[in-house]
C-alpha cells in the first residue's frame, strides 16, 4: 500500500455540474491543489454520465444521447474473443475514456498540478456498473453469465488505463471504484452474495498500483468493503456517520494495515449550504470521529489517515455556483482541521 497518511487533506468525489472542461479544471486546482480529482460533466451530454464514461470498449455496448445497454442480439463472439486476448496480455490500450466521453478528464490531463500529493480518478464499480447497465430486456449485464465474467475484467483494465493517464501528471495515482449501488446489497434489488461482491471488486482493483479507493454515498454494509483491498473507503459523513462506526473492529483493522478514510462531511444538498459554515461542520466533524473514538479508535489515526471530501458527487447540486461553495468549504474546513490539530 501506498503512503495514505493524508492529514485530512481536500480532494473530492469527481462530478461538478459544469459544461466548460476548462473552468471546472480551474476550480479542482484552486481549491483541491495537493490531491486533485479529475472533474466529471455529466451536463456536457449523456456519454459523460458515471455509466456512459466507463463504456468504450465493453463487448456490443450500445450508448444512446439517453441510455446504455448491452446488445445481446448481436453475434458478440468476435468481440469477447478479443477482450480475453486482451485481458489475458493486460493490455488496456483499447480501453481508454476518449475526449467524447471524457472532456473533464482529458482537459484535467493537461492540466499542471506542480502541488499534487496524489492525482485521483474515479471509474464506476462493477456491481453499480454492472446492475445498472443492461440488455436489451433490461437485465442487468453483471447477472449474466458470459457478460457478468467480463464486467470486472474490462473495469480492470478502465481502471488501469486511466491510473497510467494519471501518473503523467503525478507519480502518486489514487483510482477510485464507486459502487452507490451498495446501498442495496441485502435488498431483493440485489441478488448478489457477499463473496460475489468482493469478487467482483478484487478482480477490478488487480488493475490499480497505487492507491485503491471506494465511494458509496448511502448506508451500506461497510464489513463487505472493508473485507476488500481497497485503501481508502469513501463515505457520505454528513448523513450516515453511524454507518461507518457500527463496524469499530473492523475499521480498526483496515486502519491498522494503514487504511484511509475519506470524511464525506460537506453536505450536497445546496439548500443545507446557507445553514452550515466550516465551524458547524468542523462540530459535526468531530461529533462523527467520537463515534469511532467511544468504541477504542484512536482520533489521531482518524486525522492522519483522513480525506476531506463532499458527500458524494456535485454534479446535481444544480448551480456553479453552489459547487464552488462546497469546494470552498471543503478546502476551508480542511485547513482548520489541520491547523487546530497541527497536521503536516
Not at 477482450?83 to 481508454?96: K, T
Not at 483494465?157 to 507519480?171: Q, V, Y
Amino acid at each position: 500500500m501506498s503512503d495514505t497518511n493524508f492529514n485530512c487533506l481536500p480532494t473530492f468525489i469527481g462530478s461538478l455540474p459544469h459544461k466548460d472542461a476548462a473552468a471546472a479544471c480551474g476550480l479542482v486546482k484552486q481549491y483541491l491543489p495537493e490531491v486533485p480529482a479529475f472533474p466529471q460533466l455529466s451536463k456536457r451530454g449523456y456519454r459523460e454520465s458515471m455509466y456512459a464514461q466507463c463504456s468504450e470498449g465493453f463487448p456490443g455496448i450500445v450508448v444512446t444521447p439517453e441510455k446504455i445497454y448491452v446488445d445481446r442480439q448481436q453475434d458478440l463472439t468476435g468481440q469477447l474473443a478479443r477482450f480475453y486476448e486482451d485481458y489475458l496480455a493486460d493490455d488496456c490500450s483499447l480501453y481508454g475514456i476518449s475526449p467524447v466521453y471524457g472532456a473533464g478528464l482529458h482537459t484535467f490531463l493537461k492540466t499542471a498540478f506542480p502541488q499534487a500529493k496524489a492525482v485521483k480518478g474515479q471509474i464506476t464499480g462493477p456491481v453499480t456498473w454492472g446492475l445498472t447497465v443492461g440488455d436489451e430486456a433490461g437485465k442487468g449485464i453483471l447477472y449474466d453469465e458470459t457478460l457478468g465474467d467480463v464486467v470486472p475484467k474490462f473495469l480492470r483494465l478502465k481502471a488501469a488505463w486511466l491510473e497510467k493517464e494519471l501518473a503523467k501528471i503525478s507519480p502518486g495515482t489514487m483510482i477510485f471504484v464507486d459502487e452507490p449501488y451498495m446501498t442495496a446489497f441485502g435488498s431483493v434489488g440485489m441478488q448478489l452474495t457477499r463473496e460475489q461482491v468482493v469478487s467482483n471488486l478484487e478482480e477490478t482493483f488487480a488493475g490499480i498500483k497505487g492507491i485503491k479507493g471506494t465511494h458509496c454515498c448511502g448506508n451500506t454494509d461497510w464489513s463487505i468493503l472493508l473485507q476488500t483491498s481497497v485503501d481508502i473507503i469513501s463515505f457520505d459523513t454528513y448523513n450516515y456517520a453511524e454507518s461507518l462506526a457500527i463496524y469499530p473492529g473492523e475499521v480498526k483493522k483496515f486502519l491498522e494495515r494503514g487504511g484511509c478514510i475519506a470524511w464525506g462531511i460537506i453536505p450536497t444538498d445546496a439548500a443545507l449550504f446557507g445553514k452550515e459554515a466550516v465551524s458547524s461542520l468542523k462540530d459535526r466533524l468531530e461529533a462523527a470521529f467520537s463515534l469511532f473514538t467511544a468504541k477504542g479508535i484512536p482520533q489521531e489515526r482518524l486525522l492522519r489517515q483522513g480525506l476531506i471530501t463532499p458527500a458524494c458527487g456535485l454534479g446535481p447540486v444544480g448551480s456553479e455556483a453552489a459547487a464552488e461553495q462546497a469546494l470552498r468549504l471543503t478546502a476551508e474546513l480542511s485547513q482548520e482541521i489541520r491547523r487546530k490539530y497541527r497536521l503536516g
